[in-house]
């Protein structure tokens, strides 16, 4: 009973929970959720903490270019211009012309919330296992060629050693550890191409489905001859909403939510759930293909942790990535419900989340605990939380690293 309601619990979503809380309509875009519950699980007796592995997924960023702000800000202004704005719309531009200048020139970057999300993260490990990082240890931290990705790498590495200033950090960016962080074999990249893929039509029937601009363009258009020769209502709804849903994670008050129902901010979040899922997760007919590019990441977390188990000096591996790498990740080791592969696209958001797999600041953590016979056993945490796998173990959230190394190389 314990493993079906907390399989179930992680996967389903609900209009009623995004009604409740529109941030999470963002998708990947939903802000790390700061865990409320303190962990109290008594570590077994006679075990020590001695390392922890740490995949990461950067922080809260700005949208990908300003580009993804400017159009509409433009198209707002050239409708104001021409006097064919309703008192919503002129209210929407003046919320735009102020985010303006926070975004201008920050696409992709790592924003000041992201920053913060690191540091906590960093914070509250340090606190719960702070005979890990103790002495002159070494901690090995790697990231993507990614901006945002490096410095999250720095904000999280450099707050544990504001703790210990003794701690001995490597950090390293480059192409040599893309070919585990963030590996995408050819043949998963024919399946997930955005305009091959044996899946692009029935996506674009289902966005279509689910994309319904009318009642926003009367809302924000006063004069229909503009919409008509000005917009395009589809492309305009969508790129309210990722305006919409960037908004918790850069430093602002501003927010755009009034000119969505709960039902459309709903529609709108399972076309982009569905989306994650066919390209980064285990969507029926990818044939693992999609979760298969993880196995250089699990290989690199097995010998990551073997070399930390023969050289005492070694207290973490720090790795950071992105939404694209930790969703695979989690549906190749089967991380609660996360491998779950269907493929009916009605039915994904019943089973799998974007949000609750891979938030801003999303992760995966694999603590290690050892007793004096040299005996270790491993505590899965995802975002914070205590998560299952299928490995047998009679004293959860513990597992014995012998039973999970067998079971991460059987997937190699």
Excluded at 157 to 170: A, E, M, T, V, Y
Excluded at 192 to 214: A, L, Q, S
Aim: net charge neutral; aromatic share 14%.
């Amino acid at each position: 009973m314990c493993l079906w309601f907390s399989f179930n619990g992680m996967a389903q979503t609900s209009l009623e929970e995004i009604a409740a809380c529109f941030d999470k309509a963002g998708g990947v875009y939903y802000a790390y959720p700061t865990p409320q519950e303190k962990s109290e699980i008594s570590v077994p007796k006679g075990y020590k903490p001695f390392y922890v592995s740490h995949f990461g997924r950067h922080g809260s960023r700005y949208l990908i270019g300003d580009r993804d702000y400017k159009w509409v800000l433009d198209l707002l202004k050239e409708a104001k211009a021409q006097h064919s704005l309703t008192t919503q719309g002129e209210e929407t531009l003046s919320k735009l012309e102020k985010i303006w200048p926070m975004v201008e020139d920050r696409g992709g970057d790592l924003s000041p919330v992201g920053e913060r999300q690191q540091k906590e993260i960093a914070t509250r490990l340090y606190n719960a296992y702070p005979e890990i990082f103790q002495g002159r240890k070494k901690i090995s931290a790697r990231t993507t060629m990614s901006h945002r990705c490096a410095m999250s790498m720095v904000c999280f590495g450099d707050q544990l050693k504001s703790f210990n200033p003794k701690l001995q950090i490597r950090y390293e960016t480059s192409e040599k550890y893309v070919r585990y962080l963030n590996f995408h074999s050819d043949i998963s990249n024919e399946f997930t191409d955005e305009k091959t893929g044996p899946w692009c039509i029935e996506y674009e029937k289902f966005r279509d489905n689910h994309t319904r601009p009318d009642r926003l363009m009367k809302l924000l258009f006063s004069k229909e001859e503009f919409v008509t020769k000005r917009v395009n209502p589809d492309k305009l709804i969508w790129g309210l909403y990722w305006i919409a849903v960037n908004m918790q994670d850069i430093e602002t008050d501003i927010r755009f939510y009034d000119l969505f129902t709960a039902h459309e901010i709903f529609d709108l979040w399972q076309c982009v759930n569905y989306h994650f899922y066919i390209r980064n997760a285990n969507h029926a007919e990818s044939r693992a293909l999609v979760k298969n590019n993880a196995r250089p990441l699990v290989r690199n977390i097995i010998e990551s942790a073997e070399d930390a188990i023969r050289n005492s000096d070694v207290a973490a591996t720090i790795r950071f990535g992105h939404d694209g790498n930790l969703m695979p990740l989690l549906a190749l080791l089967q991380v609660e419900n996360f491998g779950i592969a269907v493929s009916d696209p009605y039915e994904v958001y019943k089973v799998w989340t974007d949000f609750k797999v891979s938030p801003m600041g999303a992760n995966l953590q694999l603590l290690f605990f050892k007793n004096k016979y040299n005996d270790i056993i491993v505590r899965f945490r995802h975002n914070e939380k205590d998560v299952h796998i299928p490995v047998k173990t009679d004293n959860f959230p513990f597992y014995s690293w012998r039973h999970v190394k067998e079971y991460m190389e059987s997937l190699l």
